[in-house]
């Protein structure tokens, strides 16, 4: 999906087909925040003032970079993950095997989301300390990368529990939920954090 060009990417996600959707929009936005926070590190590393802090930044660039990469592929991820489902629920209900085959659809399909929520936890923490490490004129860009991870990590969880809350295996479904909450809890409170100390410096 992201071989074309964004415009049809929104295209696609302004239709009326079923994918791309939230968990692929969450990956992308992820991906936005991850390079961003890259970014930031991108102009600061070389200049002398920073110089104390420049291997660090080197280091966080290079897994910022990898998670960008990581989440683009969780757009297609999530594509081909949903697919099944949708045509799973075409399946007349008297199907004896309805019911066995929309579980492991909607297990397959949450996975995709909760891979990139566990992804922009990532994410989160690396702009943190980007916005405590880039140069004064740059950390603006690792605090918007943590607004954009902040909603990528509501979309994604949100989109794990609209799977998880249609199965049946409540065991299985559970800890997935109790997985996402906790995340979502600390990590969205992180981003946040993240945003609102940059904001406040210019406040």
């Known amino acids: 999906m992201l071989d074309s060009s964004i415009n049809y990417f929104l295209d696609e996600l302004?239709?009326?087909?079923?994918v791309p959707g939230g968990g692929s929009?969450?990956?992308?936005?992820?991906?936005?925040?991850?390079?961003?926070?890259?970014?930031?590190g991108a102009l600061t590393v070389g200049k002398k003032?920073?110089?104390d802090v420049e291997e660090d930044l080197k280091d966080m660039m290079d897994r910022a970079q990898l998670l960008r990469e990581k989440l683009c592929a969780c757009v297609q991820k999530d594509i081909d993950a949903f697919e099944p489902l949708s045509k799973a629920y075409a399946i007349p209900k008297e199907d004896p095997d309805r019911d066995r085959i929309m579980e492991d659809c909607l297990k397959t399909a949450?996975?995709?989301?909760?891979?990139?929520?566990?992804?922009?936890?990532?994410?989160?923490?690396l702009n943190k300390a980007f916005s405590e490490k880039a140069g004064k004129l740059v950390v603006s860009?690792?605090?918007?990368?943590?607004?954009?991870c902040?909603?990528?990590?509501?979309?994604?969880?949100?989109?794990?529990?609209?799977?998880?809350?249609?199965?049946?295996?409540?065991?299985?479904?559970?800890?997935?939920?109790?997985?996402?909450?906790?995340?979502?809890?600390?990590?969205?409170?992180?981003?946040?954090?993240?945003?609102?100390?940059?904001?406040?410096?210019?406040?």
């Open 49 to 51: 003032k920073y110089a």
């Open 141 to 148: 860009d690792a605090a918007t990368g943590a607004a954009l």
């Open 110 to 125: 949450a996975s995709a989301p909760l891979e990139i929520l566990d992804l922009c936890c990532e994410v989160a923490v």
């Open 25 to 40: 929009t969450s990956a992308l936005v992820g991906a936005l925040a991850a390079a961003l926070g890259r970014m930031s």
């Open 150 to 203: 902040w909603a990528a990590l509501h979309g994604a969880a949100l989109n794990v529990k609209v799977n998880t809350g249609a199965m049946k295996d409540r065991t299985y479904a559970g800890g997935i939920e109790a997985h996402v909450d906790e995340a979502l809890r600390k990590y969205s409170r992180m981003a946040e954090e993240t945003f609102h100390s940059v904001y406040g410096r210019y406040s």
């Open 14 to 18: 302004g239709s009326k087909a079923p």
